[in-house]
């Protein structure tokens, strides 16, 4: 496939105006203007993309990274990233790819998908990760590279802040095998102003995706922003109220892009983790290392069933059946392998 815009999907013509039906924000862009995710460009009267098949990142990542910790365990898997996010968080962490446009290589799909067959062929590769920056914007490369990652045998990955409508969410769902989602808080004023966003679409996506691949989430805490009990524990009720067996991932905020809050301390992590684990049975705490945060333990015999250590979730051992369950007991542990 030559390089080239490729026509989005999910919009209409209305009034002079494009009207994008991707993500919540429902975009009305004028000609020659992008929507709020600066990738979806109004071309004429055509809804085009202008990061479809336009990479900024390639590595070949630990899964633990994404971060999971319950889908295939101790395998790698090939991430691709690009430019561009339907929000703008004063915090982010990827703001040099998320809210600017880099330098970026051409990567068909079909080559996105020869790249993964070689790491299979080299190593224990499983499959392709489309994360780094906000990949629901990118929806036709992905859903182009996931339909044909599958055909080949291979898994694919949705890193992603959830902020998507929900048919585009169910067309792309068959295709995916694993999702981690951001849930920044239950608090809408937390996502408007700190975001640009909304964020019940979030909550959304994960009651809708669980039902159709695996999946676990993530929560950034930030100091003095969404670190209290008040803020956590509404949000914690609601991930057991999806599943008790939710994998939830804690990690720690660092000063970046436009924002200066002090880096969240260990023991608001530990206490969170403290509060996250009075509802949930699968709590960690992901780029902070403390001690006992990162272990898998049965919720019914309280054996471990997969010891991690270090940054990065790194496997010193597995104790799980094939069929995800402990292997002292017999449990489930909402485990793929």
């Known amino acids: 496939m030559a390089e080239e815009l490729v026509e989005c999907r999910y919009y209409e013509s209305a009034d002079g105006f494009l009207h994008c039906h991707l993500c919540p924000f429902n975009c009305k862009i004028r000609p020659g ?15 085009r993309s202008l990061n479809y098949a336009q990479v900024t990142s390639v590595a070949l990542d630990p899964i633990e990274k994404k971060p999971l910790y319950h889908f295939y365990p101790g395998t790698k898997i ?24 880099p330098s970026t290589r051409y990567l068909a799909p079909d080559q996105a998908v020869q790249m993964a067959q070689e790491q299979v062929r080299r190593g224990n590769n499983i499959g392709i990760a489309y994360t780094y ?23 694919n990955v949705l890193v992603t802040n959830g902020i998507i409508e929900e048919e585009p969410l169910r067309d792309l769902l068959p295709y995916m095998d694993a999702m981690n989602v951001d849930i920044k808080s239950m608090d809408e004023q937390f996502y408007h102003r700190l975001c640009k966003g ?18 676990e989430i993530t929560v950034l805490i930030i100091p003095g922003e969404n670190d209290s009990d008040e803020d956590l524990v509404p949000l914690f009720d609601w991930a057991a109220s999806v599943d008790k067996q939710l994998p939830v991932h804690l990690s720690a905020y660092r000063p970046a892009y436009q924002f200066d809050a002090p880096p969240t301390p260990p023991e608001t992590l530990r206490r969170a983790w ?31 069933a997969v010891r991690r250590s270090g940054f990065g979730g790194r496997i010193q051992q597995v104790q799980v059946t094939d069929q995800g369950r402990c292997s002292n007991c017999g449990a489930p542990l909402n485990i793929i392998r």
């Open 33 to 47: 203007k992008v929507g709020a995710c600066r990738v979806r460009k109004n071309d004429d009267g055509v809804l």
């Open 78 to 101: 090939l991430s691709l990233g690009t430019f561009g996010c339907n929000l703008s968080c004063v915090y982010c962490q990827n703001w040099q790819i998320s809210q600017r446009r």
């Open 133 to 155: 920056n906000e990949p629901i914007i990118w929806y036709e490369y992905v859903y182009d590279t996931a339909r044909l990652a599958q055909e080949a045998g291979l898994k």
């Open 198 to 215: 909304m964020g019940w679409p979030a909550r959304r996506t994960v009651e809708i995706a669980i039902e159709r691949c695996h999946v």
């Open 274 to 304: 403290e509060l996250a684990r009075q509802r949930l049975q699968f709590v960690y705490v992901g780029n902070l290392f403390i001690d006992g945060t990162t272990d898998t333990q049965c919720p019914q015999c309280g054996a471990t």
